[in-house]
């Protein structure tokens, strides 16, 4: 995955950078130039970063079950 399917993958998702960077161990600063093409991401750092946002979309989409097995309205909730 390219440093711009990722961006653009973590903006659609709505997913904060600074989440990101806490699953993966890499810093906001170093998010931020990766994501606006100041430094050029290792595969290393592309595979972190792709699977922190899997994770927290993996954690939304459990939430959304548990809410809704417990019978909760998901009304106006953003997970």
Known sequence: MTTDELRAKRA???????AVCQLSGIS?????????????????????IDAAI?????????????????GLSLTGVRL
Do not use: C
């Open 54 to 70: 899997e994770r927290i979309l993996s954690t939304r989409r459990q939430l959304t079950r548990l809410a809704i097995d417990a």
């Open 12 to 18: 659609a998702a709505g997913i904060p950078g600074h």
């Open 28 to 48: 906001r600063a170093r998010l931020s130039d990766i994501e606006r093409g100041y430094l050029t991401a290792s595969l290393e750092d592309l595979n972190r």
